[in-house]
């Protein structure tokens, strides 16, 4: 029974602990790569976030944003999940603990990823810089980047 009490009090601390690294690369709004100790990299997608695709209206300026943001810093992250490409999905934190993910959606440079995320609190982000007609919002017909993915694929079958 001790045994089973002292296991569910560590897995939060397994879970939530955060990792350090140096951002090396910006492939996307939402995804960077990471410099771990002993030189190894990482790729991480963005938890929470998704950027328009970089054949999408301001998909470039989601990737100069996030560079601008994090390219060459030091950051913490917090794994949360591994997604269906490999990639390990992660909070990134910055900047003493500016949270990545909701500096992007409230520049209005990416959508909050409602089907994966229960932070309300980002969803009115977004609403703000919709109403307010940042970044992508300033496009009426502004299509996310998952219906853009539909799209593509349907266009390609």
């Not at 470039?60 to 990639?87: H, L, M, P």
């Not at 995320?117 to 609403?127: N, R, T, V, Y």
Request: net charge positive; charged share 25%.
């Amino acid at each position: 029974m001790k045994k089973n009490v002292l296991i569910l009090l560590l897995i939060p601390i397994i879970v939530f602990s955060q990792t350090k690294a140096k951002v090396v690369g910006i492939s996307d709004g939402d995804t960077i790569t990471v410099l771990l100790e002993g030189n190894t990299q990482k790729k991480l997608r963005l938890a929470e976030v998704d950027c328009p695709e970089s054949g999408q209206p301001f998909g470039k300026n989601a990737k100069q944003f996030t560079s601008g943001q994090v390219f060459g810093k030091q950051i913490s992250f917090i794994e949360t999940d591994t997604d269906r490409y490999g990639r390990t999905i992660a909070k990134v934190y910055y900047n003493n603990g500016k949270y990545l993910s909701a500096e992007i959606i409230k520049a209005g440079l990416g959508w909050w990823y409602h089907y994966f995320s229960k932070d309300k609190s980002l969803g009115d982000l977004q609403d703000f810089a919709q109403k307010n007609k940042l970044g992508l919002w300033q496009d009426e017909n502004a299509i996310s980047p998952w219906e853009y993915r539909e799209m593509v694929r349907n266009k390609n079958n």
